[in-house]
């Protein structure tokens, strides 16, 4: 089968550094999403990884592991309006992206 | 830029009445859209999948003539949730794939559906 997990919740300061994981099995693999949603609103889109190592984009950077069906967010000088839910969502064969429920980070001044 | 709109972006209707509901691609080409529907603290569920000038594509368990998906241009998919029901009630998003192979999907702003 296919499944993504993450932490449910993770809890953050202000102008901290905070590392959301993710590990998935999926049937075939193209690559791998990060999106952050704010509550009542739709995804947006942060990071795509397709090659192992890391994608830094100013203060959100992603790794993946291709082999250890591994991937973070690492989330830099946390700012409040960084507080959403980061979902990360692999690719399978069909080039169908994968959900899960993401996990809801909350920063803390 | 890669801007994905949806309209209307909240809906409030009677049982029994159809909706219809318009994503577009404003800035650039989109030969796949996707619609996803998303009940409060859950995952974004796939509906089904909509290629420009073909059938769409329905995931299991998503009745294809209750919601009707048309998607007629390179920039505009709709679609229309048919004979509303309570249990229809839900953020639907739609997102959008650009055309010459990039994988990324777009998402609209989603459509807040209440059927009373």
């Known amino acids: 089968g296919q499944n993504i997990d993450q932490p449910t919740e993770m809890t953050a300061t202000e102008g901290a550094i905070v590392q959301i994981n993710c590990t998935y099995q999926t049937s075939g693999f193209n690559g791998l999403f990060w999106y952050q949603q704010h509550a009542g609103e739709a995804p947006t889109f942060l990071s795509y990884?397709?090659l192992d190592g890391l994608e830094e984009k100013g203060r959100f950077s992603s790794f993946l592991s291709r082999s250890k069906g591994y991937s973070y967010l690492l989330l830099k000088e946390l700012q409040m309006k960084d507080s959403a839910s980061y979902l990360c969502a692999p690719m399978d064969s069909n080039y169908q992206l994968i959900w899960g429920a993401g996990t809801k980070l909350i920063i803390k001044p | 830029g890669a801007v994905v709109s949806q309209h209307p972006s909240r809906v409030i209707c009677k049982s029994g009445t159809s909706v219809k509901i318009e994503c577009r691609s404003l800035?650039?080409?989109?030969?796949?859209m996707f619609w996803y529907r998303q009940f409060p603290k859950q995952s974004l569920m796939l509906m089904a999948t909509s290629n420009e000038g073909s059938k769409a594509t329905y995931e299991q368990g998503v009745e294809k003539d209750k919601f009707l998906i048309n998607h007629a241009s390179l920039t505009l998919s709709t679609l229309t949730v048919t004979s509303a029901h309570p249990e229809d009630s839900s953020f639907y998003i739609c997102?959008?794939?650009?055309?010459?192979?990039?994988?990324?999907?777009?998402f609209g702003p989603g459509t807040r559906l209440l059927v009373l």
């Open positions: 990884n397709v």
């Open positions: 997102s959008a794939r650009k055309a010459g192979g990039q994988e990324t999907q777009y």
């Open positions: 800035d650039f080409q989109a030969t796949t």
